[in-house]
């Protein structure tokens, strides 16, 4: 079940390096005993601006979940644009899923990889 995940993930990646809009993409797959997995990845906008991403996954059930993950997008001066991330506050948040932007955070349901590359596009008006 973990290599379909990762197979999705390629997948992903790989449509989205072909773009006018990714001038990198790169993603790296490890498997674990336990049915688990770590993926870590980052890709490099026209722009400047970077996407790295990574998730620990676990798949001893019947689905892939997500046991960490981070989605964090950064301008080309490093300054955070976005990032989606189920760490731990202190103090605690509501919800462990949430969103940092600049100034803030917000509780947001657990995005996918391709939910925060469709966002990036959209929002710089790439798309």
């Keep these: 079940m973990i290599q379909a995940y990762f197979n999705q993930i390629k997948v992903i990646v790989d449509q989205y ?25 980052s890709i490099t906008f026209v722009d400047g601006s970077v996407l790295y991403f990574r998730e620990f996954l676990d798949a001893a059930k019947e689905t892939v979940d997500k046991l960490t993950y981070t989605y964090h997008y950064q301008d080309a001066g490093n300054q955070l644009i976005l990032r989606y991330d189920n760490a731990r506050h202190r103090p605690p948040l509501r919800s462990l899923e949430h969103k940092h932007i600049p100034g803030q955070i917000v509780e947001t349901p657990t995005p996918t990889l391709d939910d925060v590359l469709a966002e990036i596009a959209v929002t710089r008006g790439w798309v």
């Design 17 to 41: 390096a072909v773009t006018r809009f990714v001038l990198d993409a790169n993603v790296s797959f490890e498997t674990r005993p336990g049915d688990q997995g770590y993926l870590t990845g």
